[in-house]
């Protein structure tokens, strides 16, 4: 049983994430242990009032009550409330922006690099993301990047995996171990698997996943004239007309390799493509080595 006095029970803390400020002010600690988590590489000391303030509280009598801005909810279960709080945040993030643009993609560092996971909901880049990081690689973001049009660079919106039972069951399998945390599997942030930094960087690799599961996996190369058309059906209305948009995408596909991923079984297809990330970065490591070899 807690028992501080009811105004001592509530912890605030501030957080920026790319230019979008907001605090969070709970009374239930694994919440705030669950939030900390997830946006750690954001902190931001704050003598003015934020963009925005998030609320999660616990009530004896009606569960789990959450509010941010106009949207507001109450549930049974900590977990449900904590998800529906950070998808509303995310929302908020994404409209505070002036001119980035968002792109519904998975994101994974490689090197000084992203690779880019594109896909309709439900294609699978959650899972498949994570099966790349029991292979080597951080995962910064799960679902949402955002796009610099100028520069080009892509910054990772970091958010919960969403990961349902048989996607739990199938890692699993594959031979993910999941850290140990509040709310176990149904909240885990990419610092539970050691990201430390959500680092800008431009993206050298965009693959789409589409088409129904095969047999085995399939990895195709596709223009990026094409792979830009991919993109735009999986980014939302943002700051810049659709012309503009047009134009950021085609030169993001024109600085990378694109490919089209069919995916098969997961542990096959998360090899062939953690087989064509490291074929791709490969050469790279070859010329510095050679660079390094040369040195007087």
Known sequence: MNLLPPEERWTEDFF???????RFRTNHPDARHCWVRLYRQFPDSRTTEPAGAAVLEETPAEGYHWMLADKAGTTSDLCGALLNLEASLCEAIIRAQQCSIAVHAATLLSGDSAVLIAGRSGAGKSTLS?????????VVSDDVTLVEPDTLKVLPIPRCFHLDERSIALLKSDGLQFPTAPLGPAFLAPSDFGVTAMPSCHARLLV???????????LTPVSQAEMAARLLQETGQGPLNNSETVGVLSRLAAGASCYNLIPGPLAPTADALAE???????PQEERTARQIAVMP
């Open 208 to 218: 789409f996943i589409s088409g129904p599961r095969e047999e085995h996996p399939q």
């Open 276 to 282: 064509l990330i490291q074929r791709r970065d490969r």
């Open 130 to 138: 994570m099966a790349l990081a029991r292979r080597g690689l951080a």
């Open 16 to 22: 920026c994430v790319y230019g979008f400020a907001f």
